[in-house]
C-alpha cells in the first residue's frame, strides 16, 4: 500500500484535466480525463442511450462527449469500464468508431462473462475469454495516459469485474462508493460478495486522504439534493454512511447483505449486461441482418 501511495503522490505534480457528463435518464456520470501537455485522454464509463419500450438505441448522450473531445482536439488512449454495468449500456464500441482507443476492463470480466454466458444460454459463438475487450488489466497494472501515470485497483464485491482507475489525483471507482450520504454498492448480483466489497472499500480508503473520488452514479440521496459524482477519500473515509467513522467488517457485511434482500433489479439490466460484457457491441445478427437481445426468465 505505501508504493501505491507513493506513486499517487508523485503523479499529482502532473497536469491532469477532467471533464465529466451526467446521464440523466440513467443517472450516470462518464468522465474524461486528459494530460493538458498533449491531450490524450481516456473516457471512463460512458453510456449509449436505450429505449427499453422500443428496443432501441441512440447516440444521444455520447455524441456529447464525441463533439466536445473533438472540438478539444483530444486523442483517444484508451476507453474504459469500471465493470460490467447492470444499469445502462455502454457505448465503448461506438466511441471506439468514431475516435478510436483501446477499451479495457479488470481482468475479472472473464468470470462474470463465464456466469452470463449460462444464464443467457449463449452458444459457441460467444466465448467467455475477455477478449472482447482490448486489455485486461491486472491488480495492480500501471499504466499511461499521455505522459499521466495510472494504476489500477482490483476492488471487487459489487461485481467480480470492478475495478477502480487511480490517475494523477483522481480515482475513479465505479459503483463501488456511492455519495457519504447514500453508501455503498450493492453485492447481490452473481459473483457479488459483500465480504469482498468492504475489503475492496478499505483498499480505495488507503489512498491518500486528498485524493478526489469520482463516481459512476447518484440519484441525489432520494431527490433531496442535486445530482454530484465527486467527493475525497477523506470524506468517504469520515461521513459515508456504510463504512465511514471505523465500521467493521462485521458490521457492514450485516447492513449490506439486510440491505441488499429488499433490492429490486435495475430496469436495464436484462438487455445491458449482454452488451456490456461484449465491450459495448451489439449481438451478432441473423441471417436477415435483424439483431435481438435474450431476456432470461427467473434468472434473478
Known amino acids: 500500500m505505501l508504493r ?78 469500471t465493470h460490467i454495468h447492470a ?4 457505448a465503448a464500441a461506438y466511441l471506439k468508431d468514431k475516435l478510436g482507443g483501446r477499451t479495457g476492463i479488470g481482468a475479472g470480466v472473464v468470470d462474470v462473462q463465464k456466469t452470463f454466458k ?36 482490483h476492488t471487487l464485491g459489487h461485481t467480480p469485474a470492478c475495478a477502480t482507475y487511480v490517475i494523477a489525483d483522481m480515482a475513479f471507482s465505479g459503483d463501488t462508493f456511492f455519495m457519504p450520504d447514500s453508501g455503498t454498492a450493492r453485492c447481490d448480483f452473481p459473483g457479488g460478495s459483500a465480504a469482498q466489497l468492504y475489503n475492496s472499500l478499505e483498499k480505495i480508503l488507503a489512498l491518500p486522504p486528498e485524493t478526489r473520488l469520482f463516481l459512476n452514479h447518484d440519484y441525489g440521496c432520494g431527490g433531496s439534493r442535486d445530482c454530484c459524482w465527486e467527493t475525497t477519500v477523506a470524506g468517504q473515509r469520515d461521513k459515508n454512511i456504510h463504512v465511514g467513522g471505523g465500521t467493521t467488517a462485521e458490521e457492514f457485511i450485516a447492513m449490506r447483505e439486510e440491505r441488499d434482500a429488499m433490492l429490486s433489479m435495475p430496469r436495464l439490466v436484462l438487455p445491458a449486461i449482454q452488451v456490456n460484457m461484449r465491450a459495448g457491441e451489439l449481438p451478432p445478427p441473423d441471417a436477415d441482418g435483424n439483431r435481438f437481445l435474450k431476456i432470461p426468465l427467473n434468472a434473478f
Do not use: P
Not at 52 to 59: N, Q
Not at 87 to 90: C, K, M, P, Q, R
Open 4 to 81: 501505491l501511495h507513493q506513486l499517487t503522490k508523485k503523479v499529482w505534480k502532473m497536469s491532469a484535466s477532467l471533464k465529466t457528463y451526467f446521464d440523466s435518464d440513467t443517472n450516470n456520470a462518464t468522465h474524461i480525463v486528459w494530460d493538458s501537455e498533449n491531450r490524450k485522454c481516456a473516457i471512463i464509463d460512458s453510456v449509449l442511450n436505450f429505449d427499453l419500450a422500443a428496443g432501441s438505441t441512440s447516440a444521444t448522450a455520447v455524441d456529447q462527449l464525441v463533439a466536445f473531445v473533438e472540438e478539444e482536439g483530444l486523442n483517444v488512449e484508451w476507453i474504459l469500464e
Open 87 to 90: 444499469d445502462h449500456l455502454t
Open 118 to 153: 449460462k444464464i443467457y444460454g449463449l452458444g459457441d459463438d460467444f466465448v467467455a475469454d475477455g477478449a472482447q475487450f482490448d486489455h485486461l488489466f491486472a491488480d495492480g497494472e500501471e499504466f499511461q495516459v499521455g505522459a499521466l501515470s495510472a494504476t489500477i485497483l
